[in-house]
């Protein structure tokens, strides 16, 4: 049951966490959102990354996950692709009319919700043509 788990949501959810759980009022989204971790990095430079950064990196390593468990066609496949979509309009609507949620960070992870649907049927697709072809006929 997990495979069938879009895991973008998990992005999504983090998102809700930080508007929700009280760590803004919704009003201040941005700043929370901007607050800066430094990194020294080798060269000697410091490297700051915000929480809006960590939020999208996180999305993007989800996505690439969910884009190679996308290449399988298997029925719980197919209910994750349904899932990601149901992800994707919840994003949707949250970015569209609650306080909070209008960011560029949300923003970024909501069209990465709907990339993950996009890939997800397209790659689906795909595959279910190569299997198709690959399949044995009967000549007789």
């Known amino acids: 049951m997990m495979r069938a788990f879009p895991l973008i949501l998990i992005a999504v959810i983090a998102y809700n966490v930080l508007v929700f759980g009280g760590a803004t009022t919704g009003h201040d989204m ?4 901007g607050q800066n971790f430094p990194l020294t990095v080798m060269s000697g430079d410091v490297w700051r990354i915000s929480l809006g950064d960590g939020l999208v990196a996180l999305a993007l390593v989800l996505l690439f ?8 066609t ?8 349904g899932l990601s979509l ?3 309009i919840a994003a949707l609507v949250e970015f569209i009319t609650l306080k909070g949620f209008g960011t560029s960070v949300f923003f970024l992870i909501a069209a990465m919700c709907l990339f993950d649907v996009v890939a997800g049927y397209s790659i ?8 198709l072809a690959m399949a044995p006929t009967d000549n007789s």
């Not at 941005?30 to 959102?33: D, F, Q, R």
């Not at 996950?65 to 399988?72: D, G, L, P, S």
């Not at 298997?74 to 692709?81: F, T, V, W």
Request: aromatic residues 4%.
């Open 124 to 131: 689906a697709i795909v595959a279910a043509k190569r299997d």
């Open 74 to 81: 298997s029925q719980r496949e197919m209910l994750n692709h």
């Open 65 to 72: 996950i969910e884009t190679v468990k996308a290449a399988r």
């Open 86 to 88: 149901v992800t994707f």
């Open 30 to 33: 941005a700043g929370l959102l």
